[in-house]
């Protein structure tokens, strides 16, 4: 059970650059999320998912698009990377399918940088 | 998020002394309160959560008080030993506006510093 997991753990972009980010989740979990988490900002939801082939905005969605095509998959796409974009990128996962009121299980983070 | 308040940034204790954290929230439906842990490059982990429904839990060194009519909720860290030195997130969810639905806010953390 490697519970969630992120790929890359690092990745370095030219401005403009596209890259997909993946998370894997072996949970069974309904809910999953990404989140960018900046010095002095804390952890701010990029999009999430209840469940396979739904997705919805969070807080800070733009520039950013995702997919949830299998349930245990969430993939964050960047399809023109901006240095604004630099950050800790983590995905999270949870069971619950109601109100978000369940324990989210975070993967490792991906550390992105856009020169 | 906007709705969401931390309080302290940040908070020095010596080895053995109390911490305690305040996360303010600004919405009397929500009903869920966790608090997370992320040590120095690591991942958040969930360390403690309560529910409208009590308003205290304790775990062992730590616990988490809740006051629904003052709209905050607290974690309280006894005992503070180094290796509790990390960030600690609030992250009620809040009800979106005209409807049933939630939106996930976190605080912006408390960097606790226990000094030996």
């Known amino acids: 059970n490697a519970g969630v997991t992120q790929t890359p753990k690092f990745r370095v972009l030219k401005t403009g650059q596209s890259m997909t980010l993946l998370c894997a989740q072996d949970?069974?979990?309904?809910?999953m999320y990404w989140y960018r988490q900046d010095p002095g900002m804390g952890l701010r939801l990029i999009h999430y998912?209840?469940?396979?082939?739904?997705?919805a905005k969070g807080e800070v969605p733009d520039g950013y698009n995702v997919s949830r095509l299998k349930k245990q998959n969430f993939l964050l796409g960047l399809e023109s990377a901006a240095p604004s974009q630099t950050s800790v990128y983590f995905c999270?996962?949870?069971?619950?399918?109601?109100?978000?009121?369940?324990?989210?299980?975070f993967g490792p983070g991906t550390r992105l940088t856009v020169l | 998020g906007e709705n969401v308040e931390q309080h302290p940034s940040t908070l020095s204790v010596q080895e053995g002394d109390s911490a305690v954290i305040k996360c303010t929230y600004s919405?009397?439906?929500?009903?869920?309160f966790p608090w997370y842990k992320q040590e120095l490059g690591k991942r958040p982990q969930l360390i403690i959560d309560?529910?409208?429904?009590?308003g205290e839990k304790k775990d062992q060194r730590i616990a988490v008080t809740l006051n629904k009519t003052a709209k905050h909720f607290s974690l309280h860290i006894t005992e503070t030993q180094p290796e509790d030195s990390a960030v600690y997130f609030c992250?009620?969810?809040?009800?979106?506006?005209?409807?049933?639905?939630?939106?996930?806010?976190f605080g912006k953390g408390t960097l606790l510093t226990v000094n030996p």
């Open positions: 999270a996962s949870s069971y619950s399918a109601q109100a978000l009121t369940d324990t989210q299980y």
């Open positions: 949970m069974n979990h309904e809910y």
């Open positions: 998912s209840v469940g396979e082939g739904t997705t």
């Open positions: 919405d009397s439906a929500s009903n869920y």
């Open positions: 309560i529910r409208s429904n009590v």
């Open positions: 992250a009620p969810p809040l009800p979106k506006s005209g409807g049933s639905n939630y939106k996930l806010t």
